[in-house]
């Protein structure tokens, strides 16, 4: 069995400040952890996602995560926060033991993350 | 233009009145799979396929069929539909383009049950 916890369902930083959305799993078989974002009134997109190799993963608009095992965490991080990244944001955890996951997706309940002019 | 379709993206109905929300995808995409979203809960999938006549349930499947007859097309079903149910619900594809694994989620439709 799988789960996630995302740590603070808000959160609001200013603006140029850094963005740290913090997601824990729990899994019995190695993971493939993903982030995802939702603006308003649309669907999800996907920001990044860890499968193997590399623990630090790169995503789009700045956004970054670190797998790190042996604390069971994909925290997202980004620099400099800005007004476009008001939305929500969902950590997500499949099994790995079958490519990109068994598409069997559990997802956070979701942080929302409000920008500070 | 890539994309995933959703119809209706709104719907009331009534306890009991079976209805389908269509989802299409026109890249191809082997994977299919839809989610309802709950305020406090997030997305939690209910199904999905990993190819044509190949469907699974996901965490959340009471109450709802899927069928997969054709790659581009996985509705949802209700066929009884019931005030739990009233939901956001999202259908995503998911597949190769140019080497590259991409995802697609739909716009959504806002269902509620009366």
């Known amino acids: 069995a799988q789960s996630v916890t995302q740590l603070g369902s808000h959160v609001s930083v200013s603006e140029g400040a850094l963005v740290l959305l913090r997601c824990n799993y729990s899994?019995?078989?190695?993971?493939?952890l993903f982030w995802y974002v939702q603006y308003p009134n649309q669907g999800l997109q996907l920001l990044l996602k860890y499968t193997t190799g590399a623990t630090l993963v790169k995503g789009i608009n700045g956004f970054e995560a670190e797998f790190k095992k042996s604390e069971t965490s994909f925290h997202l991080t980004k620099p400099s926060a800005h007004m476009s990244d008001a939305a929500e944001y969902f950590c997500?955890?499949?099994?790995?033991?079958?490519?990109?996951?068994?598409?069997?997706?559990?997802f956070g309940t979701g942080t929302r993350l409000t920008i500070i002019p | 233009e890539a994309q995933v379709t959703q119809n209706p993206r709104y719907l009331i109905t009534v306890t009991g009145k079976k209805l389908t929300v269509t989802c299409s995808q026109n890249m191809n995409h082997e994977y299919m799979s839809w989610y309802r979203q709950d305020p406090g809960l997030g997305l939690r999938q209910i199904y999905y396929s990993m190819n044509v006549e190949v469907t699974d349930k996901g965490d959340v499947p009471e109450g709802y069929k899927v069928s997969r007859k054709e790659k581009r097309n996985f509705p949802l079903i209700l066929e009884s539909p019931s005030p739990n149910q009233t939901s956001l619900y999202f259908c995503a594809s998911r597949g190769l383009a140019d080497l590259q694994e991409t995802q697609y989620f739909g716009p959504g439709t806002r269902l509620l049950v009366l």
């Open positions: 997500a955890v499949s099994d790995a033991r079958t490519n990109f996951g068994n598409e069997k997706l559990t």
């Open positions: 899994s019995s078989v190695p993971p493939y």
